[in-house]
């Protein structure tokens, strides 16, 4: 494995990101021109295939079976959104790519949407990411007068229309179908599926939702061939907390939570201990330092937590962030997440009672067994694992 | 708020179709503050949508208000890295100088509010007020802060 090759953040802080021609100087939209003159559609799924590409946001399904789903169906109008959402707290490395290379994001999103056969693509983006909306909005303009987007990009037969959505906050939009819900003018709740988005997503038509650090895989994939991608894949970790190099790096997929934290991370940061790390935002798991033989899950945030740090503020912000983004749908995490707060908070304030410690279990039980969505979900994890391997209850 | 900008004029900048609601919500909102009834109704009449259907979105997202905000919006990010580096201690630094309480909305004059991480980790704790957002706060130094806001 190749272990320090970049393949979103090489040129960060190097070129102007509000300059198209110094994105064209160092190679870009070289892969938009390859795809438009020497491949197709077909082609260019078939190397996203190969490559593995598996999804950023999240739930790491398949990309190139994702795309696959949506290029077969029949319809002559589908869309390609790119999810841009990020609400997870501790999680902001997609507003890093927008922000430092909105031309790589964009021509990953213009080949993903040529790929599914689509003409018309959206950036679904954070409500409150303005800078990154005015940085985007000058990309596709820019492209725009470069024809690399609108009418007949680069003399070929291929159109296609770029569009900005703001949210509006509101954690639960990044789920795919709540996103939707949303640009559709509804509240941003999740829909039943299936059907899924690649059947019936944005106006009812078939839909790829793909988180952005995932479409900015995409030019070097089609540059490079899958095959050459599956030996020098990246993630992006965002570092927080207690921990020496605070914010995002790119590193080798598949790394383990020790080598991030005490080699890429730098460890603690000074006269820290470690306790804890907790991986993948609000919804992640913690870890003891036991536990950290294992690659890195979900998103690519780690927060360290150094033993001096106070356990009942986290669970009070674990618990206050599920209470105020439940979307409300459903009674299970409606009320669940509002009981597990409260009890939080009379257990920071040392009047938890028996009858809490049972409810908390009760509580756990039915977010992880009946809620709606993943969101649900979601809540109890962080609360789940201090129950059991910090022993808060005891 | 801005001059000579009306309700009315700001729907008839945009086509009356559902997938321009939020932005159109979005907009009175940052124009007035907050999204009246009396608005909700123009949007709703303007829409060709039900002023039920107007509200549920409009009260659905935190960056658009359905009440009148008050003279003092002091938000604290609760996040899990700002809480690392104290932004509960900032808290109740301003529920004490204040006498108010995080989530109370009835305050004319102040309110303070618990919000979700903004993804600026890396600069936290994060406090805004009345829009501005300020960085790397302390206990100490949210009193510079709001004297520019006394
Ligand atoms: C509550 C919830 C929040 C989510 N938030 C995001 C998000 O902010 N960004 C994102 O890319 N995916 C998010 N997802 C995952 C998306 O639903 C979807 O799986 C993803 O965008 C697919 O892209 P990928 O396959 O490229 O990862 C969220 C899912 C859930 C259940
Ligand atoms: S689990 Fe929570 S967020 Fe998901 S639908 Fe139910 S109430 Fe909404
Ligand atoms: S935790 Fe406060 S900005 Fe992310």
Known sequence: ?394 | MQKGITVEKILLECESKAQNLLPTLKKIGVVFGYVSKEDAMKVAEYFELSLARVYEVASFYDLIETKKTANLEIKVCSGGDCVLGDSTGIVHEIENYFRIKAGDENNPKVKLRKISCLGRCGEGPIMIVNGRVYEKVTRSSIYKILEEWA
């Open chain 1, 1 to 394: 494995m190749q272990k320090n090759i970049k393949i979103i953040t090489e040129y960060w802080g190097r070129i102007d990101p509000l300059k198209i021609e110094d994105y064209l100087n160092v190679g870009g939209y070289v892969a938009l021109k390859k795809f438009i003159k020497e491949m197709n559609p077909g082609k260019a799924l078939e190397e996203v295939k190969l490559s593995g590409l598996c999804g950023r946001g999240g739930a790491g399904f398949l990309t190139g079976k994702k795309w696959e789903m949506v290029a077969e169906q029949k319809s002559k109008e589908k869309y390609f959104i790119c999810n841009l959402d990020e609400s997870e707290p501790g999680v902001y490395k997609d507003r890093l790519i927008a922000e430092n290379s909105p031309h790589l994001l964009l021509e990953g999103i213009i080949i993903s949407t040529l790929t599914i056969g689509a003409k018309k693509a959206c950036i679904y983006l954070n409500g409150n990411y303005e800078k990154a909306r005015e940085i985007l909005g000058q990309a596709i303009s820019q492209a725009l007068e470069n024809n690399l987007l609108g009418k007949k990009i680069l003399g070929s037969e291929f159109s296609l229309e770029v569009e900005i959505f703001s949210g509006a906050g509101a954690y639960v939009c990044g789920e795919e179908t709540a996103l939707i819900n949303s640009i559709e003018g509804r509240r941003g709740e999740p829909k039943i599926r299936p059907p899924y988005p690649t059947e019936c997503g944005l106006f009812g038509k078939p839909t790829a939702v793909n988180n952005a650090e995932t479409i900015a895989n995409i030019p070097y994939i089609i540059q490079n061939g899958g095959e050459k991608y599956l030996e020098c894949a990246t993630k992006l970790f965002v570092l927080g907390g207690s921990i020496k190099n605070r914010g995002v790096i790119e590193a080798p997929i598949g790394l383990m939570m020790r080598e991030v934290i005490f080699e890429l991370g730098g460890g603690m940061s000074a006269g820290k201990e470690f306790w804890f790390a907790q991986v993948g935002g609000a919804a992640g798991k913690l870890y003891l330092e036991k536990e950290l033989d294992a690659p890195v899950l979900g998103s690519g945030a780690i927060l360290v937590v150094d033993k001096l740090a106070d356990i009942h503020d986290l669970l009070l912000s674990w618990t206050g962030f599920f209470r105020r983004e439940s979307c409300g749908k459903c009674v299970p995490c409606r009320e669940g997440t509002f009981r597990l707060n409260e009890i939080a908070e009379r257990l920071a304030d040392g009047e938890i009672s028996d009858r809490d410690k049972e409810a908390v279990l009760d509580i756990l039980w039915t977010l992880e067994n009946t809620t709606f969505c993943p969101l649900g979900k979601f809540a109890a994890v962080a609360v789940r694992d201090a129950v059991e391997k910090l022993e808060i209850l005891k």
